[in-house]
Structure formats: structure tokens, C-alpha cells
């Protein structure tokens, strides 16, 4: 006889959620310890109110449950929610949380904890993996339960758009003062000026005579480093008010155009309200210039010859490459003739180097080729001995002094005469017609879509463009050249100085008045040197 299996009905039983017993039993049973979250107000008075206030708010709450424990408020000021290592306080508590000093933390809500969506959900999960509850007040919402994440990646999200969306605002709104032309001060760490009573830059006296030394040392030889040594010997404090000079910071202040009372507006911007980080301004987005902005501490024919100084420095090549074959050489401060003296026969900068005969040193000048690769590069140039390199040098600047002081100043004279002669109308059209082109293209743009269709309009809109881009290029030419010519005035004025003061004395060699008059010195032989004086005279000097 056979058997049927029997089926039976399927069935669902519940088995129940118990909480798991960690066999910690002290800790169960003693008060938990919480701690509260804030940020408050930038403002001194309402910050100082706001903390009173919220101080008193949740220690209150705190002291109403019986098993809880004050473990401390943590309060940052309002400036940002968006990064949380800007928030000194959100991170001390976070380490009190790893100490293990705090059970439980409660905050206003999720943008209060913070703005950033990644900041948040880390700091959650790794309080969480702790054990350590945070409890949203406004969301209602506890992150030990099962759903909580969910929530909180929703409603951080809305506060970090939130975020984004009152940056963009902040943005536009600095970005149209921008193109206003209002600029920006931090007088905190700006040295030479400070906010005036009409709320304007003013000149502070004391801190102007430092920028003045800065630029008056770097035209005169002196290197970044020595002129930052110099400042720190004299006790001056940076414009942050510490003790230590940087040559990073002594060209900032030479290569800043505010001190010449201008500004050159977005040089740096910053990526996103997230990250907050600042980029410099490669073209991304449009600069502004405003000219005259504010009084000027240094004249603008002496900030530009210190930027041509800059732009000469910094195409100097480095000492391991000084030995290729060119008249560059590398800048020295010390010793002048190390970018003014090169080889006739080469090309090549000389070197200052020490020879020892006889058990006796002396210091000579060498081609660099010929140190270092013998006659392969170099076979004719000779060693100078320094003594008598320099006793040259400084009789062919008295024979100058003697000689040519009246040459020096006619030449002045006829630049000058250039400059005043010259006829500025062409210019001037050229500045109407730029103007005129720019309205016209201003019209066009403005133009309804149908008009835009006409065949002619891309070809006269290039038209009126090349036009505008040829005259700016003819204007900005014409700009470097009237620069160019001023400089050479004020070299020329500097040389008339300086050769007067030495016309009827016997001149010794010094650094920096060779630096001053001098542009350059070939070696032409073992008993010649060609010297080229800035005036763009020559002088053959006898060694």
C-alpha cells in the first residue's frame, strides 16, 4: 500500500528585535554624556547672545532627562558650515568623541552639524560606528536608526544647495562691485596704508619710508634676500606684523601696482563654496584695471623701471646653466661684474674665481667656457686679474665724468624735445574711432535675432572687430614706446647725477655706481675691455 506526502501550508513567524546585550553593564547604567552642537552669529554682540542663549537652551534640556549628562556646548561662529577643519570647535568635539568623553551629541538641525554633504555623512558614520547617537533636533531625526542616513544625505544636500546658492549671490553681488571699479583693501596686512575717515586708502607716513627703501635698495643692486636680511636687522615687521622677511614678500611689495595708486582687480578667484579653495586668474575670468584709484606711494616712472629690473633679474639663468654659450648670466648682488663682464671671443659671462701660485692667492676673472671646458669652447680669452679689472673700470667712469657730463645731458635734451614735439592727434583719433567701434559693436550685439540673420551682419561684425583689435594693438605699441622713453630719461637723469657728483673727484671702484652707469663690459683682450655705459655711449679702457 502506498504512502501520499501531505503538503503543508507555508508559514511566516516573526521572530522579535531584541537589543543586543554587550555585556558592559556599568556603562548601561551609568548617565549618558551629552554634548550640544552650535554655530552663532559673526557678529561680537549677537554672538555673545546668541551662545547665552543657546548655552542656557540645551543645558536645560540636558538637565531634564535624568540619565543625562552635560558634556560640554560647542559653539563655532557662523562663517561656514562648508568645511569642517575651518571649524575649530565641530573638530574638538569630534575628538572628544574618539576619546571616548562623549555619548551623545545634539545639534539644531543637519545645516547647522554642516553644509557639506561629504563632511557630514563621514563625521555621521564615524560617531556611529562608535555607538554615538546625533540627534537633529528640527529633522527629528537620530542617526542610530536604521533610516537615518537616507534623511540626512537628503537634507544635507538641500543645506549644501542652499550654501551654493547664497555664495553665487555673494559672488555676483562682489563680482558687480568689481566692474564698478570699488576695490577691495586689507589694510590689515597691507603695508602703507590704511582706511581714512571718508572710508577711502590714506597714506600711513612711517610705513610709506619702508616701501620707498624696498624699492630705492632693489634699483640700486640689492638682491631679495639681502634687502629681506636688511629689513629684519632694523626690527621692521612685515605687513602681517611677524618678524620674519621672506623674498617672497619683498616682491610682492615691488611687484604690487596699488602702490603706484592703481588696482588690478580678480587676480584670483575662489572654485566653489565647498572646497573655498582660490585659484589665480589664468583668464578664466575678465581682470579689471582701475587707474588712480588712491594716492600713490611710489611714482609710476620708478615702479616701472622696478618692474623692467624684475623682468631683467628673472632672465638670468641659473648658475648651472651659465656656462652655455650666451651673454646671459646669472643676477648677483655682490658682485657686479658677474652679469656685466663676458667673453669677447665666446660670448660667455666670466666668473670670479681664486688662484693659488706659489703658495700665494689671488683673485682673477675667467671665462666661465674656458674654466670649465678648457680651450674646447673658449681658446683666446684671457684671466684678469680683479685689482686691475677694477682700476679700469673706474678710470674709464672719471674720464666720463670729466669728459662727457655735458654729452649725457644733451642727450636728455633731445629726448625731451622728441617727447614734446611730438604729435599727439593721431592718437587721439585713434582713441574716437576705438570708442566709435566699440558702440557700434554694442549695437549690433543688441540687435533682435531676425536682423542677425542678415547675410551681411557676421561679415561686418568681424569687420568692426579686426578694425577695434588693429587700433588697441597700435595704442598699446604707442604705450610701450612713450614708456620706454621715459625710462631712458630717468636712467639719464640718475647718470647726470651721479657723474656730476664724480666730475671732479678721482673716482674708486664701487658696486653700485657701476651698477648704476654700466650695461655691460666685453673682454676684448688680455689688454682691453669695451665698456658700454647706459647712455649707449662706449668706452675702450686699458688694462
Known amino acids: 500500500m502506498s504512502t ?36 552663532v552669529s559673526t557678529d561680537k554682540e549677537e554672538q555673545e547672545h546668541s551662545f547665552e542663549t543657546q548655552k542656557e537652551m540645551y543645558t536645560d534640556m540636558i538637565m531634564m532627562k535624568p540619565n543625562w549628562q552635560m ?55 564615524e560617531l556611529k560606528e562608535r555607538g554615538i547617537p546625533i540627534l537633529f533636533e528640527k529633522e527629528g531625526i537620530n542617526t542610530l536608526q536604521v533610516s537615518s542616513e537616507l534623511l540626512i544625505t537628503l537634507f544635507s544636500g538641500l543645506s549644501q544647495a542652499e550654501s551654493e546658492s547664497i555664495s553665487m ?34 597714506i600711513v607716513p612711517e610705513e610709506a619710508e619702508i616701501i620707498k627703501r624696498i624699492y630705492a635698495e632693489y634699483l640700486a643692486g640689492t638682491s631679495l634676500i639681502d634687502i629681506a636680511k636688511g629689513l629684519m ?14 623674498t617672497k614678500g619683498v616682491l610682492s611689495i615691488l611687484t604690487n601696482e596699488k602702490y603706484k595708486g592703481d588696482a588690478l582687480l580678480q587676480k ?24 588712480n584709484n588712491h594716492p600713490a606711494i611710489i ?10 629690473e624684475v623682468s631683467r633679474r628673472n632672465s638670468k639663468r641659473k648658475v648651472k646653466d651659465v656656462g652655455t654659450k650666451t651673454e646671459l648670466g646669472k643676477y648677483s648682488s655682490k658682485y657686479a661684474l658677474t652679469e656685466l663682464l663676458f667673453c669677447g671671443n665666446c660670448g660667455t659671462p666670466y666668473r670670479r674665481t681664486t688662484w693659488a701660485k706659489n703658495g700665494k692667492k689671488k683673485i682673477v676673472w675667467r671665462c666661465i667656457s674656458r674654466l670649465d671646458y678648457g680651450t674646447k669652447y673658449c681658446k683666446n680669452s684671457p684671466s684678469i686679474e680683479e685689482g686691475v679689472l677694477q682700476n679700469a673700470i673706474a678710470a674709464a667712469i672719471t674720464r666720463k665724468a ?25 592718437l587721439e583719433e585713434k582713441q574716437e574711432r576705438l570708442v566709435s567701434l566699440r558702440q557700434r559693436i554694442d549695437e549690433l550685439t543688441s540687435m533682435d535675432s531676425e536682423s542677425a540673420q542678415n547675410g551681411d551682419f557676421d561679415e561686418l561684425f568681424e569687420s568692426l572687430y579686426t578694425e577695434m583689435y588693429a587700433i588697441k594693438d597700435e595704442l598699446e605699441d604707442a604705450e610701450k614706446t612713450n614708456a620706454k622713453l621715459d625710462t631712458a630719461v630717468n636712467q639719464i637723469d640718475e647718470m647726470t647725477t651721479v657723474m656730476y657728483g664724480l666730475k671732479n673727484h678721482p673716482v674708486e671702484y664701487n658696486e653700485q655706481i657701476v651698477r648704476q652707469l654700466i650695461s655691460s663690459i666685453k673682454v676684448v683682450s688680455a689688454e682691453q675691455i669695451l665698456i658700454l655705459f647706459k647712455d649707449g655711449t662706449e668706452i675702450t679702457a686699458d688694462l
Open 169 to 202: 549671490n555673494v559672488k555676483i553681488g562682489k563680482r558687480q562691485s568689481i566692474k564698478n571699479g570699488n576695490v577691495p583693501f586689507c589694510y590689515s596686512s597691507f603695508l602703507g596704508y590704511r582706511k581714512g575717515a571718508d572710508g577711502k586708502p590714506e
Open 71 to 125: 558634556a560640554g556646548i560647542y559653539a563655532d561662529e557662523g562663517i561656514t558650515g562648508t568645511i569642517a577643519k575651518k571649524r575649530p570647535d565641530f573638530m574638538r568635539m569630534i575628538e572628544d568623541c574618539r576619546k571616548g568623553k562623549i555619548d551623545m551629541v545634539i545639534t539644531k538641525s543637519v545645516s547647522r552639524f554642516s553644509r557639506n554633504n561629504l563632511d557630514c555623512l563621514q563625521y555621521v558614520r
Open 233 to 246: 636687522r632694523d626690527g621692521i615687521l612685515t605687513p602681517k606684523g611677524k618678524t620674519n622677511w621672506t
Open 268 to 291: 584670483t578667484y575662489i572654485v566653489d563654496c565647498i572646497s573655498k579653495k582660490s585659484k589665480k586668474n589664468t583668464g578664466e575670468l575678465p581682470m579689471y584695471y582701475v587707474e
Open 402 to 426: 670729466q669728459t662727457e657730463g655735458a654729452n649725457i645731458q644733451r642727450i636728455r635734451e633731445h629726448i625731451e624735445m622728441y617727447l614734446n614735439r611730438k604729435d599727439n592727434s593721431d
Open 299 to 308: 611714482e609710476r616712472a620708478v615702479f616701472d623701471r622696478v618692474q623692467e
Open 4 to 39: 501520499q506526502a501531505v503538503t503543508m501550508p507555508k508559514a511566516v513567524r516573526v521572530i522579535p528585535a531584541k537589543p543586543e546585550y554587550s555585556g558592559k553593564s556599568n556603562a548601561d547604567f551609568r548617565p549618558k554624556r551629552v554634548a550640544a552642537y552650535c554655530r
